[in-house]
């Protein structure tokens, strides 16, 4: 069973910088491939961002060019580094894995393609 625990949420002023962590134990980190989700209050929960085993990578168009998804395996962590926020992107937000969604990394995947999900952690944008 995989676990995932989401740190660095906080209060930040409009183009500010934050960077949120994703902990991961219980399964094989290196060969899952991981997520990013949001939702703010009201909303559906919106793909941020995700990452497979080889680092590929994609966004969602309202974080590109602002957002990067890394990884680091030998500490089982994935990272989102977030600059120039927005008070839009105010949301909780939440780490994902799965060992094999069926979408392609090329696309904005939906949360039914994983299985494991963290807590969350608040991320507020003042204006």
């Known amino acids: 069973q995989v676990q995932l625990i989401e740190s660095g949420g906080g209060l930040v002023q409009a183009g500010g910088s934050l960077r949120l962590s994703c902990a991961a134990s219980?399964?094989?980190?290196?060969?899952?491939?991981m997520a990013w989700f949001r939702q703010a209050p009201g909303k559906e929960r919106e793909f941020v961002a995700h990452?497979?085993?080889?680092?590929?990578?994609h966004y969602g168009d309202s974080v590109k060019g602002r957002f990067t998804v890394s990884r680091d395996n030998a500490k089982n962590t994935m990272f989102l580094q977030m600059n120039n926020l927005k008070p839009e992107d105010t949301a909780i937000y939440y780490c994902?894995?799965?060992?094999?969604?069926?979408?392609?990394?090329?696309?904005?995947?939906?949360?039914?393609?994983?299985?494991?999900w963290g807590q969350g952690t608040q991320v507020t944008v003042s204006s």
């Open positions: 990452i497979d085993w080889s680092r590929g990578t």
């Open positions: 994902a894995a799965d060992p094999a969604p069926s979408c392609g990394l090329g696309s904005d995947c939906p949360p039914l393609e994983y299985d494991y």
């Open positions: 219980g399964g094989t980190f290196s060969s899952y491939h």
